[in-house]
Nanobody, 125 residues
């Protein structure tokens, strides 16, 4: 069974940086998407970034380009999310997720079958 273990959340002031990591284990899918979602209080869960296992293609939400970036370590099967110039609106719980298949750039949260426990990111003004 796939396990996702997240780390790296915390509290920072606006303009600061954080790096989130998600380590996946027991992945047996031939092709799959790994992703970071986030959810702010009272808001729907939204996709931050997703990566396709076959070619490490990165699909980053347009609104986050220029501040966030992601990469995947093939050897360790770890997905990292680098967040720079953080804003208070980035506050929320960040979840790592995984699903088999492709179409990583469009798939919504309801299509993901494995989830991490979530890690809190708090950005103060």
């Amino acid at each position: 069974q796939v396990q996702l273990v997240e780390s790296g959340g915390g509290s920072v002031q606006a303009g600061g940086s954080l790096t989130l990591s998600c380590a996946a284990s027991e992945v047996t899918y031939t092709f799959y998407c790994m992703a970071w979602f986030r959810q702010a209080p009272g808001k729907e869960r939204e996709r931050v970034v997703s990566i396709f296992s076959r070619d490490n293609g990165v699909y980053l939400a347009d609104s986050l380009k220029g501040r966030f970036s992601a990469s995947r370590d093939n050897a360790g099967n770890t997905l990292r999310l680098q967040m720079n110039n953080l804003k208070p609106d980035d506050t929320g719980v960040y979840f790592c997720a995984l699903r088999s298949g492709w179409d990583c750039g469009q798939a919504g949260p309801h299509t993901y079958t494995q989830w991490g426990q979530g890690t809190q990111v708090t950005v103060s003004s």
